[in-house]
């Protein structure tokens, strides 16, 4: 059963750096195409795409967030940071990350809430 998850800090402050993880399990993605992808719910408000990664490493970002945003992969296993740069209370958002491991097979982890407040 594959579970995607993502973890981190429930608050943080603002002009500090957000850091989030995904572990995604029950699917060996080592040396398979995955295509990976962040995107945040602000309260009140649709979904945001934020970036992405692919099994070659390759990394996309919004350019609206790109100046402020880094995405990584952990090659030993199956995790993935999302990193988030100087963030103001409009970062405040639930976050989300998804995997496309092809042939129509997308899971979505269930959430992280990040709040920005001193």
């Known amino acids: 059963q594959v579970q995607v998850r993502e973890s981190g800090p429930g608050l943080v402050k603002p002009s500090q750096t957000l850091s989030l993880i995904c572990t995604v399990s029950?699917?060996?993605?080592?040396?398979?195409?995955?295509?990976l992808t962040w995107i945040r719910q602000p309260p009140g408000k649709g979904l945001e795409w934020i970036g992405a990664i692919n099994h070659r490493g390759n990394t996309y970002y919004s350019p609206t967030l790109k100046s402020r945003t880094s995405i990584s992969r952990d090659t030993s296993g199956n995790q993935f940071t999302l990193q988030l740069n100087s963030v103001t209370a409009e970062d405040t958002a639930m976050y989300y990350c998804?995997?496309?491991?092809?042939?129509?097979?997308?899971?979505w982890g269930q959430g992280t809430q990040v709040t920005v407040s001193s």
């Open positions: 029950g699917v060996n993605i080592a040396g398979n195409g995955y295509y």
């Open positions: 998804e995997i496309d491991v092809g042939r129509g097979s997308i899971y």
